[in-house]
């Protein structure tokens, strides 16, 4: 069976730590990890986004 690993990261000395100690833990194991890495962006630009990709939408739908 194949494990799927998921590990959060911020790219610190202890998520990387953290990420050799699960390579370390499941080294006799089938596995894929995944890092994960999030950030906060603000709502002004959060919200230019979804504009954007609406108006695209949109001009797809009209355009069809």
């Given at each position: 069976?194949?494990?799927?690993?998921?590990?959060?990261?911020?790219?610190?000395?202890?998520?990387?730590?953290?990420?050799?100690?699960?390579?370390k833990?499941?080294?006799?194991?089938?596995?894929?990890?995944?890092?994960?890495?999030?950030?906060?962006?603000?709502?002004?630009?959060?919200?230019?986004?979804?504009?954007?990709?609406?108006?695209?939408?949109?001009?797809?739908?009209?355009?069809?």
């Amino acid at each position: 069976m194949r494990h799927h690993i998921l590990l959060p990261t911020d790219f610190s000395d202890n998520a990387w730590s953290a990420a050799v100690y699960a390579l370390k833990l499941y080294a006799d194991f089938e596995c894929t990890f995944y890092f994960l890495n999030t950030t906060s962006i603000k709502v002004s630009m959060l919200s230019n986004l979804s504009n954007k990709l609406l108006n695209e939408k949109i001009k797809e739908i009209i355009i069809e």
